[in-house]
Protein backbone atom coordinates (compact mmCIF):
# COMPACT_ATOMS: atom_id res chain seq x y z
CA UNK A 1 0.00 0.00 0.00
CA UNK A 2 1.14 3.45 -0.40
CA UNK A 3 1.36 5.43 2.39
CA UNK A 4 1.32 8.89 1.32
CA UNK A 5 -1.50 8.23 -1.01
CA UNK A 6 -2.92 5.46 1.91
CA UNK A 7 -4.41 3.45 -1.36
CA UNK A 8 -5.17 0.08 -1.45
CA UNK A 9 -5.37 -2.07 1.21
CA UNK A 10 -4.32 -5.99 1.87
CA UNK A 11 -1.36 -6.38 -1.12
CA UNK A 12 -1.95 -4.54 -4.01
CA UNK A 13 0.09 -5.54 -7.35
CA UNK A 14 0.21 -4.41 -10.44
CA UNK A 15 2.16 -5.42 -13.16
CA UNK A 16 4.77 -3.05 -14.71
CA UNK A 17 7.05 -1.21 -12.21
CA UNK A 18 10.59 -1.88 -12.05
CA UNK A 19 12.61 -2.48 -9.30
CA UNK A 20 14.44 0.96 -8.26
CA UNK A 21 10.40 2.41 -7.88
CA UNK A 22 10.68 6.00 -7.08
CA UNK A 23 7.26 6.12 -7.75
CA UNK A 24 6.92 9.21 -9.86
CA UNK A 25 3.26 9.12 -10.84
CA UNK A 26 1.26 11.70 -11.78
CA UNK A 27 -1.69 11.98 -9.46
CA UNK A 28 -2.81 15.69 -8.06
CA UNK A 29 -3.20 15.95 -4.97
CA UNK A 30 -6.79 16.90 -3.87
CA UNK A 31 -6.75 20.41 -1.49
CA UNK A 32 -7.59 19.64 2.35
CA UNK A 33 -8.89 22.37 3.78
CA UNK A 34 -9.35 21.49 7.64
CA UNK A 35 -11.15 23.70 9.82
CA UNK A 36 -10.76 24.65 13.12
CA UNK A 37 -13.59 25.78 15.08
CA UNK A 38 -13.68 27.22 18.76
CA UNK A 39 -17.03 27.15 20.08
CA UNK A 40 -19.05 26.17 22.86
CA UNK A 41 -22.01 24.22 22.08
CA UNK A 42 -23.98 22.95 24.48
CA UNK A 43 -25.57 19.54 22.99
CA UNK A 44 -26.30 19.44 19.69
CA UNK A 45 -29.56 17.61 18.67
CA UNK A 46 -27.73 14.87 16.89
CA UNK A 47 -25.64 14.21 19.95
CA UNK A 48 -26.20 12.47 22.71
CA UNK A 49 -24.19 13.69 25.09
CA UNK A 50 -23.04 17.68 25.66
CA UNK A 51 -19.88 18.99 24.07
CA UNK A 52 -18.82 21.85 26.03
CA UNK A 53 -15.45 23.36 25.05
CA UNK A 54 -14.19 26.01 23.06
CA UNK A 55 -12.75 26.17 19.80
CA UNK A 56 -10.80 28.70 17.80
CA UNK A 57 -11.00 29.55 14.50
CA UNK A 58 -7.55 29.58 13.13
CA UNK A 59 -7.78 27.87 9.58
CA UNK A 60 -5.40 25.06 9.14
CA UNK A 61 -5.45 24.89 5.63
CA UNK A 62 -3.52 22.26 4.78
CA UNK A 63 -4.18 22.30 0.58
CA UNK A 64 -1.80 20.65 -1.06
CA UNK A 65 -0.09 21.88 -4.83
CA UNK A 66 -2.71 24.03 -6.21
CA UNK A 67 -1.15 23.08 -9.81
CA UNK A 68 -3.88 20.61 -10.86
CA UNK A 69 -0.66 19.47 -13.07
CA UNK A 70 1.54 16.41 -12.87
CA UNK A 71 3.02 16.34 -9.18
CA UNK A 72 5.22 13.14 -8.61
CA UNK A 73 4.63 12.06 -4.98
CA UNK A 74 6.90 9.48 -3.30
CA UNK A 75 5.12 6.69 -1.53
CA UNK A 76 7.06 7.15 2.26
CA UNK A 77 8.32 4.33 4.01
CA UNK A 78 6.68 1.47 1.45
CA UNK A 79 9.47 2.20 -1.29
CA UNK A 80 12.66 1.39 0.39
CA UNK A 81 15.45 0.87 -1.75
CA UNK A 82 17.27 -0.87 0.74
CA UNK A 83 14.38 -3.10 1.32
CA UNK A 84 15.33 -6.54 0.52
CA UNK A 85 14.39 -8.03 -2.72
CA UNK A 86 12.81 -10.89 -2.71
CA UNK A 87 10.62 -12.62 -5.43
CA UNK A 88 11.77 -13.62 -9.11
CA UNK A 89 9.12 -13.31 -11.43
CA UNK A 90 9.83 -13.94 -15.38
CA UNK A 91 8.29 -10.78 -16.23
CA UNK A 92 9.59 -8.09 -14.02
CA UNK A 93 6.32 -8.10 -11.38
CA UNK A 94 6.30 -5.11 -8.87
CA UNK A 95 4.82 -5.93 -5.27
CA UNK A 96 4.88 -3.85 -2.27
CA UNK A 97 5.48 -6.30 0.51
CA UNK A 98 3.33 -6.82 3.13
CA UNK A 99 5.08 -4.83 5.74
CA UNK A 100 5.85 -2.13 3.90
CA UNK A 101 8.65 -3.79 2.09
CA UNK A 102 9.12 -3.90 -1.56
CA UNK A 103 9.75 -7.38 -2.86
CA UNK A 104 9.38 -7.55 -6.55
CA UNK A 105 11.24 -9.30 -9.43
CA UNK A 106 13.75 -7.94 -11.77
CA UNK A 107 13.45 -10.91 -14.12
CA UNK A 108 14.20 -10.44 -17.92
CA UNK A 109 11.66 -7.47 -18.24
CA UNK A 110 9.05 -8.17 -20.65
CA UNK A 111 7.13 -5.24 -22.38
CA UNK A 112 4.04 -6.15 -21.06
CA UNK A 113 4.69 -8.02 -18.05
CA UNK A 114 5.03 -6.45 -15.04
CA UNK A 115 3.11 -6.98 -12.25
CA UNK A 116 2.28 -4.01 -9.28
CA UNK A 117 1.84 -5.22 -5.62
CA UNK A 118 1.17 -2.64 -2.86
CA UNK A 119 1.67 -3.59 0.67
CA UNK A 120 -0.61 -2.71 3.60
CA UNK A 121 -0.34 -0.75 7.25
CA UNK A 122 -2.15 2.48 7.24
CA UNK A 123 0.74 5.12 8.07
CA UNK A 124 -0.22 6.60 11.47
CA UNK A 125 0.40 10.08 12.35
CA UNK A 126 1.08 11.05 15.76
CA UNK A 127 0.99 14.34 17.16
CA UNK A 128 2.27 14.81 20.21
CA UNK A 129 2.22 18.17 22.44
CA UNK A 130 -0.45 19.74 24.13
CA UNK A 131 -4.10 19.19 23.21
CA UNK A 132 -7.81 20.84 24.44
CA UNK A 133 -10.71 18.98 23.80
CA UNK A 134 -12.54 20.64 20.72
CA UNK A 135 -14.64 19.59 17.81
CA UNK A 136 -13.13 19.57 13.99
CA UNK A 137 -15.64 20.37 11.27
CA UNK A 138 -14.25 17.40 8.15
CA UNK A 139 -17.32 17.36 6.10
CA UNK A 140 -15.64 14.93 3.86
CA UNK A 141 -16.68 11.89 1.66
CA UNK A 142 -15.14 9.12 3.27
CA UNK A 143 -14.09 7.65 -0.66
CA UNK A 144 -12.87 11.49 -1.35
CA UNK A 145 -9.78 10.44 -1.71
CA UNK A 146 -10.51 7.85 -4.09
CA UNK A 147 -13.06 10.33 -5.98
CA UNK A 148 -9.70 12.71 -6.40
CA UNK A 149 -7.51 10.01 -7.81
CA UNK A 150 -10.55 9.03 -10.10
CA UNK A 151 -11.11 12.76 -11.11
CA UNK A 152 -7.33 12.77 -12.10
CA UNK A 153 -7.79 9.66 -14.14
CA UNK A 154 -10.71 10.93 -15.78
CA UNK A 155 -9.34 14.07 -17.01
CA UNK A 156 -6.11 11.96 -18.42
CA UNK A 157 -8.73 9.52 -19.95
CA UNK A 158 -10.57 12.77 -21.54
CA UNK A 159 -7.73 14.28 -22.72
CA UNK A 160 -6.20 11.68 -24.56
CA UNK A 161 -10.13 10.86 -26.38
CA UNK A 162 -9.83 8.00 -24.45
CA UNK A 163 -13.01 5.85 -23.68
CA UNK A 164 -12.86 3.67 -20.99
CA UNK A 165 -15.29 1.27 -18.98
CA UNK A 166 -15.33 0.08 -15.99
CA UNK A 167 -16.89 -4.50 -16.19
CA UNK A 168 -18.04 -5.55 -12.81
CA UNK A 169 -19.94 -8.38 -12.45
CA UNK A 170 -19.76 -11.76 -9.95
CA UNK A 171 -16.71 -14.31 -10.75
CA UNK A 172 -17.63 -16.42 -13.45
CA UNK A 173 -20.26 -14.66 -15.54
CA UNK A 174 -17.97 -14.41 -18.50
CA UNK A 175 -16.35 -11.21 -18.38
CA UNK A 176 -12.79 -12.05 -19.51
CA UNK A 177 -14.38 -14.91 -22.14
CA UNK A 178 -16.21 -11.58 -23.25
CA UNK A 179 -13.36 -9.16 -23.22
CA UNK A 180 -11.19 -11.64 -25.11
CA UNK A 181 -13.66 -12.14 -28.01
CA UNK A 182 -14.70 -8.30 -27.82
CA UNK A 183 -10.84 -7.82 -28.59
CA UNK A 184 -10.68 -10.36 -31.08
CA UNK A 185 -13.87 -9.03 -33.17
CA UNK A 186 -12.71 -5.41 -32.81
CA UNK A 187 -9.39 -5.79 -34.10
CA UNK A 188 -8.47 -3.70 -37.01
CA UNK A 189 -11.53 -1.17 -35.46
CA UNK A 190 -10.08 0.44 -32.69
CA UNK A 191 -7.06 0.26 -30.34
CA UNK A 192 -8.34 -1.86 -27.11
CA UNK A 193 -5.96 -1.65 -23.99
CA UNK A 194 -7.40 -3.92 -20.70
CA UNK A 195 -6.59 -3.71 -16.83
CA UNK A 196 -7.62 -6.95 -15.24
CA UNK A 197 -8.27 -6.63 -11.16
CA UNK A 198 -8.34 -9.93 -9.59
CA UNK A 199 -6.96 -10.96 -5.80
CA UNK A 200 -4.46 -13.25 -7.39
CA UNK A 201 -2.76 -14.40 -10.22
CA UNK A 202 -2.25 -12.96 -13.53
CA UNK A 203 -4.11 -15.70 -15.47
CA UNK A 204 -6.42 -13.18 -16.97
CA UNK A 205 -4.22 -10.80 -18.31
CA UNK A 206 -2.13 -13.50 -19.80
CA UNK A 207 -5.34 -14.59 -21.70
CA UNK A 208 -5.85 -11.42 -22.66
CA UNK A 209 -2.04 -10.76 -23.93
CA UNK A 210 -2.08 -13.38 -25.98
CA UNK A 211 -4.80 -11.72 -28.12
CA UNK A 212 -2.45 -9.50 -29.30
CA UNK A 213 -3.57 -6.42 -26.77
CA UNK A 214 -1.92 -4.65 -23.82
CA UNK A 215 -2.93 -5.90 -20.66
CA UNK A 216 -1.95 -5.17 -17.36
CA UNK A 217 -2.61 -7.28 -14.19
CA UNK A 218 -3.87 -5.57 -10.79
CA UNK A 219 -3.51 -7.93 -8.00
CA UNK A 220 -5.63 -6.35 -4.88
CA UNK A 221 -4.31 -9.04 -2.63
CA UNK A 222 -7.06 -8.58 0.30
CA UNK A 223 -8.95 -6.25 -1.48
CA UNK A 224 -11.91 -6.92 -3.21
CA UNK A 225 -12.08 -3.99 -5.87
CA UNK A 226 -10.16 -2.04 -7.88
CA UNK A 227 -9.62 1.58 -6.44
CA UNK A 228 -8.72 4.52 -9.00
CA UNK A 229 -5.18 4.79 -7.57
CA UNK A 230 -4.33 1.60 -8.69
CA UNK A 231 -5.52 1.98 -11.68
CA UNK A 232 -3.77 5.13 -12.36
CA UNK A 233 -0.36 3.47 -11.70
CA UNK A 234 -1.51 0.97 -14.20
CA UNK A 235 -2.73 3.43 -16.51
CA UNK A 236 0.94 5.35 -16.64
CA UNK A 237 1.99 1.24 -17.51
CA UNK A 238 0.11 0.53 -19.96
CA UNK A 239 0.70 1.26 -23.69
CA UNK A 240 -2.67 3.57 -23.98
CA UNK A 241 -3.05 5.21 -27.79
CA UNK A 242 -5.12 8.28 -28.42
CA UNK A 243 -8.70 7.67 -29.11
CA UNK A 244 -8.61 4.20 -28.12
CA UNK A 245 -10.83 1.80 -25.79
CA UNK A 246 -9.86 1.01 -22.20
CA UNK A 247 -11.48 -1.87 -20.86
CA UNK A 248 -10.76 -2.14 -16.78
CA UNK A 249 -12.05 -5.46 -16.11
CA UNK A 250 -12.46 -5.26 -11.91
CA UNK A 251 -12.51 -7.87 -9.11
CA UNK A 252 -15.41 -10.06 -9.45
CA UNK A 253 -17.82 -9.13 -6.92
CA UNK A 254 -21.20 -7.33 -6.94
CA UNK A 255 -21.11 -5.21 -4.07
CA UNK A 256 -17.99 -3.62 -3.55
CA UNK A 257 -16.49 -2.07 -6.85
CA UNK A 258 -19.79 -0.14 -7.29
CA UNK A 259 -18.78 2.28 -4.53
CA UNK A 260 -15.19 3.22 -6.47
CA UNK A 261 -14.72 5.30 -9.23
CA UNK A 262 -11.80 4.48 -11.68
CA UNK A 263 -12.14 7.63 -13.36
CA UNK A 264 -14.22 5.56 -15.94
CA UNK A 265 -16.72 7.02 -18.68
CA UNK A 266 -19.22 4.54 -16.63
CA UNK A 267 -20.09 1.02 -15.65
CA UNK A 268 -20.87 -2.04 -17.50
CA UNK A 269 -22.28 -5.16 -14.90
CA UNK A 270 -22.37 -8.08 -17.01
CA UNK A 271 -24.35 -10.78 -15.26
CA UNK A 272 -24.81 -14.44 -16.72
CA UNK A 273 -28.09 -16.27 -17.14
CA UNK A 274 -26.61 -18.98 -14.94
CA UNK A 275 -26.79 -16.90 -12.21
CA UNK A 276 -30.25 -16.65 -11.49
CA UNK A 277 -32.85 -13.26 -12.61
CA UNK A 278 -33.02 -11.89 -9.20
CA UNK A 279 -29.34 -10.41 -8.90
CA UNK A 280 -30.27 -6.91 -9.79
CA UNK A 281 -32.89 -7.09 -6.43
CA UNK A 282 -30.29 -8.83 -4.50
CA UNK A 283 -27.42 -6.70 -5.74
CA UNK A 284 -28.88 -3.32 -6.46
CA UNK A 285 -26.07 -0.80 -5.84
CA UNK A 286 -24.15 -2.45 -8.50
CA UNK A 287 -26.89 -2.46 -10.84
CA UNK A 288 -27.81 1.36 -9.96
CA UNK A 289 -24.29 2.20 -10.44
CA UNK A 290 -23.98 0.44 -14.19
CA UNK A 291 -25.11 2.16 -17.53
CA UNK A 292 -25.26 -1.03 -19.34
CA UNK A 293 -26.13 -4.53 -18.33
CA UNK A 294 -24.80 -7.11 -20.56
CA UNK A 295 -26.94 -10.17 -19.78
CA UNK A 296 -24.53 -12.84 -21.15
CA UNK A 297 -24.39 -16.45 -21.70
CA UNK A 298 -27.95 -16.11 -22.90
CA UNK A 299 -27.39 -19.03 -26.00
CA UNK A 300 -27.68 -21.25 -22.79
CA UNK A 301 -31.40 -19.83 -21.83
CA UNK A 302 -33.33 -22.81 -23.49
CA UNK A 303 -31.03 -25.32 -20.80
CA UNK A 304 -32.15 -22.90 -17.95
CA UNK A 305 -35.28 -21.97 -16.35
CA UNK A 306 -34.36 -18.16 -16.22
CA UNK A 307 -36.84 -16.39 -16.45
CA UNK A 308 -35.52 -13.11 -18.86
CA UNK A 309 -38.70 -10.83 -18.50
CA UNK A 310 -38.29 -10.56 -14.56
CA UNK A 311 -34.78 -10.40 -14.39
CA UNK A 312 -34.81 -6.83 -16.83
CA UNK A 313 -38.20 -5.74 -14.86
CA UNK A 314 -35.84 -6.26 -12.06
CA UNK A 315 -32.93 -4.30 -12.85
CA UNK A 316 -35.02 -1.56 -14.65
CA UNK A 317 -36.95 -1.29 -11.51
CA UNK A 318 -33.63 -0.31 -9.65
CA UNK A 319 -32.05 1.34 -12.01
CA UNK A 320 -34.82 2.60 -15.04
CA UNK A 321 -32.36 4.22 -17.08
CA UNK A 322 -30.26 1.17 -17.27
CA UNK A 323 -29.63 0.13 -21.10
CA UNK A 324 -29.73 -3.43 -21.71
CA UNK A 325 -28.11 -5.76 -24.38
CA UNK A 326 -28.35 -9.82 -24.88
CA UNK A 327 -24.94 -11.13 -26.18
CA UNK A 328 -23.45 -14.47 -26.12
CA UNK A 329 -19.71 -14.45 -26.34
CA UNK A 330 -19.59 -18.07 -27.30
CA UNK A 331 -21.96 -18.14 -30.05
CA UNK A 332 -21.32 -14.67 -31.40
CA UNK A 333 -24.90 -13.99 -30.39
CA UNK A 334 -26.02 -10.01 -29.58
CA UNK A 335 -22.19 -8.88 -29.85
CA UNK A 336 -22.43 -6.83 -32.58
CA UNK A 337 -24.48 -4.45 -30.72
CA UNK A 338 -22.34 -4.72 -28.07
CA UNK A 339 -19.11 -3.47 -30.09
CA UNK A 340 -20.97 -0.67 -31.77
CA UNK A 341 -22.35 0.51 -28.00
CA UNK A 342 -18.30 0.94 -26.86
CA UNK A 343 -17.68 2.26 -30.57
CA UNK A 344 -20.33 4.79 -30.26
CA UNK A 345 -19.30 5.95 -26.65
CA UNK A 346 -15.11 5.87 -28.03
CA UNK A 347 -16.34 8.01 -30.93
CA UNK A 348 -18.14 10.47 -28.27
CA UNK A 349 -15.10 10.12 -26.64
CA UNK A 350 -13.16 11.09 -29.56
CA UNK A 351 -15.26 14.27 -30.78
CA UNK A 352 -14.92 15.65 -27.06
CA UNK A 353 -11.33 15.76 -27.34
CA UNK A 354 -11.42 17.21 -30.87
CA UNK A 355 -13.52 20.25 -29.64
CA UNK A 356 -11.53 20.65 -26.31
CA UNK A 357 -8.59 20.41 -28.74
CA UNK A 358 -10.33 23.11 -31.45
CA UNK A 359 -10.93 25.44 -28.27
CA UNK A 360 -7.87 25.35 -26.93
CA UNK A 361 -6.14 26.09 -30.37
CA UNK A 362 -9.15 29.28 -30.94
CA UNK A 363 -7.21 30.47 -27.58
CA UNK A 364 -3.76 29.96 -28.54
CA UNK A 365 -4.70 31.73 -31.64
CA UNK A 366 -6.00 34.89 -29.83
CA UNK A 367 -3.57 35.13 -27.57
CA UNK A 368 -1.43 35.28 -30.69
CA UNK A 369 -3.35 38.00 -31.72
CA UNK A 370 -3.15 39.99 -28.89
CA UNK A 371 0.47 39.50 -28.53
CA UNK A 372 0.94 40.96 -32.28
CA UNK A 373 -0.86 43.84 -31.82
CA UNK A 374 1.25 44.86 -28.61
CA UNK A 375 4.21 43.83 -30.75
CA UNK B 1 -20.49 -3.70 1.72
CA UNK B 2 -16.80 -3.06 1.93
CA UNK B 3 -17.23 -2.19 5.11
CA UNK B 4 -13.17 -2.87 5.61
CA UNK B 5 -12.54 -0.08 3.17
CA UNK B 6 -14.65 2.47 4.34
CA UNK B 7 -12.91 1.99 7.91
CA UNK B 8 -9.66 2.71 6.38
CA UNK B 9 -11.13 5.39 4.14
CA UNK B 10 -12.47 7.12 7.57
CA UNK B 11 -9.29 6.63 9.52
CA UNK B 12 -7.55 8.36 6.67
CA UNK B 13 -10.27 11.19 6.67
CA UNK B 14 -9.47 11.91 10.38
CA UNK B 15 -5.55 11.12 10.42
CA UNK B 16 -5.38 13.82 7.09
CA UNK B 17 -7.64 16.28 9.02
CA UNK B 18 -5.32 16.50 12.18
CA UNK B 19 -1.82 15.81 10.29
CA UNK B 20 0.33 18.32 11.83
CA UNK B 21 -2.04 19.77 14.21
CA UNK B 22 -1.67 19.45 18.02
CA UNK B 23 -4.21 16.62 18.63
CA UNK B 24 -3.45 14.10 21.46
CA UNK B 25 -6.26 11.79 20.25
CA UNK B 26 -10.01 11.56 18.23
CA UNK B 27 -12.24 10.33 20.82
CA UNK B 28 -15.62 11.13 18.83
CA UNK B 29 -15.91 10.05 15.01
CA UNK B 30 -19.60 11.50 13.31
CA UNK B 31 -20.55 10.31 10.64
CA UNK B 32 -23.05 10.80 8.05
CA UNK B 33 -24.23 7.66 5.77
CA UNK B 34 -27.19 7.58 3.50
CA UNK B 35 -29.88 4.80 3.50
CA UNK B 36 -29.31 3.93 -0.20
CA UNK B 37 -25.37 4.03 0.46
CA UNK B 38 -25.26 0.11 0.90
CA UNK B 39 -23.54 0.13 4.19
CA UNK B 40 -23.79 -2.50 7.04
CA UNK B 41 -23.87 -0.04 10.36
CA UNK B 42 -22.72 -2.96 12.31
CA UNK B 43 -20.27 -4.57 10.27
CA UNK B 44 -18.79 -0.82 9.85
CA UNK B 45 -18.83 -0.35 13.70
CA UNK B 46 -16.64 -3.67 13.90
CA UNK B 47 -14.39 -3.18 11.03
CA UNK B 48 -14.16 0.44 12.35
CA UNK B 49 -12.85 -0.94 15.97
CA UNK B 50 -10.66 -3.02 14.34
CA UNK B 51 -8.89 -0.23 11.93
CA UNK B 52 -8.67 2.60 14.59
CA UNK B 53 -6.98 0.14 16.93
CA UNK B 54 -3.05 1.31 17.58
CA UNK B 55 -4.34 4.78 16.00
CA UNK B 56 -5.09 8.42 17.64
CA UNK B 57 -8.92 7.38 17.17
CA UNK B 58 -8.58 4.28 19.17
CA UNK B 59 -11.45 3.83 21.20
CA UNK B 60 -13.60 6.97 19.38
CA UNK B 61 -17.38 6.75 20.34
CA UNK B 62 -19.39 7.20 16.62
CA UNK B 63 -22.45 8.74 16.05
CA UNK B 64 -23.98 7.98 12.82
CA UNK B 65 -26.15 10.31 11.18
CA UNK B 66 -28.42 8.26 8.84
CA UNK B 67 -29.66 10.43 6.10
CA UNK B 68 -33.19 9.32 4.36
CA UNK B 69 -33.11 7.58 0.65
CA UNK B 70 -34.34 10.19 -2.21
CA UNK B 71 -35.76 9.61 -5.71
CA UNK B 72 -37.42 11.23 -8.51
CA UNK B 73 -40.19 9.48 -9.70
CA UNK B 74 -40.06 9.95 -13.47
CA UNK B 75 -43.98 9.20 -14.09
CA UNK B 76 -44.98 11.74 -11.00
CA UNK B 77 -42.75 14.24 -11.77
CA UNK B 78 -41.53 15.04 -8.27
CA UNK B 79 -39.41 14.00 -5.21
CA UNK B 80 -40.26 10.81 -3.00
CA UNK B 81 -38.85 8.82 -0.10
CA UNK B 82 -37.48 5.27 -0.31
CA UNK B 83 -35.85 2.97 1.30
CA UNK B 84 -34.40 1.10 -0.93
CA UNK B 85 -32.84 1.05 -4.12
CA UNK B 86 -35.79 -1.05 -5.92
CA UNK B 87 -38.63 0.56 -3.67
CA UNK B 88 -41.96 1.47 -5.67
CA UNK B 89 -42.30 5.16 -5.94
CA UNK B 90 -44.64 5.87 -2.57
CA UNK B 91 -47.19 7.76 -4.84
CA UNK B 92 -48.03 6.25 -7.67
CA UNK B 93 -46.78 2.60 -7.21
CA UNK B 94 -44.01 2.16 -9.93
CA UNK B 95 -40.68 1.69 -10.37
CA UNK B 96 -39.63 4.98 -12.26
CA UNK B 97 -37.77 5.67 -9.27
CA UNK B 98 -34.05 7.40 -9.78
CA UNK B 99 -32.16 7.72 -6.72
CA UNK B 100 -31.18 10.79 -5.97
CA UNK B 101 -29.78 11.48 -2.76
CA UNK B 102 -29.41 9.16 0.59
CA UNK B 103 -26.01 7.62 -0.51
CA UNK B 104 -23.99 9.95 0.94
CA UNK B 105 -20.48 8.40 2.84
CA UNK B 106 -19.06 11.31 5.11
CA UNK B 107 -16.83 11.99 8.07
CA UNK B 108 -18.69 14.84 8.78
CA UNK B 109 -16.70 15.93 12.48
CA UNK B 110 -14.41 14.76 15.32
CA UNK B 111 -13.82 15.77 18.85
CA UNK B 112 -10.50 15.31 19.64
CA UNK B 113 -7.89 16.40 22.52
Not at chain 1, 211 to 226: E, R, S, Y
Not at chain 2, 76 to 90: M, N
Amino acid sequence: MCTTCGCGQGETRIEGDDQEHAHTHEHAHEHVHEHWHEHTHADGTVHSHAHTHSHTHGHAHSHGHGDQTERPHDHEGLHDAAAPHGHPHADADLHAGAQGRHEHGHGQEQGQGQDLHYGQGPAHAHAPGLSQARMVQIERDILSKNDAYAADNRRRLAERGIFAVNLVSSPGSGKTTLLVETIRRLKGRAPIAVVEGDQQTTTDADRIRATGAPAIQVNTGKGCHLDAHMVGHALERLALADESLLLIENVGNLVCPAAFDLGEACKVVILSVTEGEDKPLKYPNMFDAARLMLLNKVDLLPHLRFDLEACLGYARRVNPGLEVLQVSATTGQGMDAWLDWLMAGLDQARTARAQDMAALRRRIAELEAQLAARG
Amino acid sequence: MHEMALAEGILQVVEDAVRGQRVRRVTEIRLEIGALAGVELEALRFCLDVVLRDSLAEGAELDLDLTPGEGWCLACGQRVTISELFDACPLCGGYQVQATGGTEMRVKEILVD
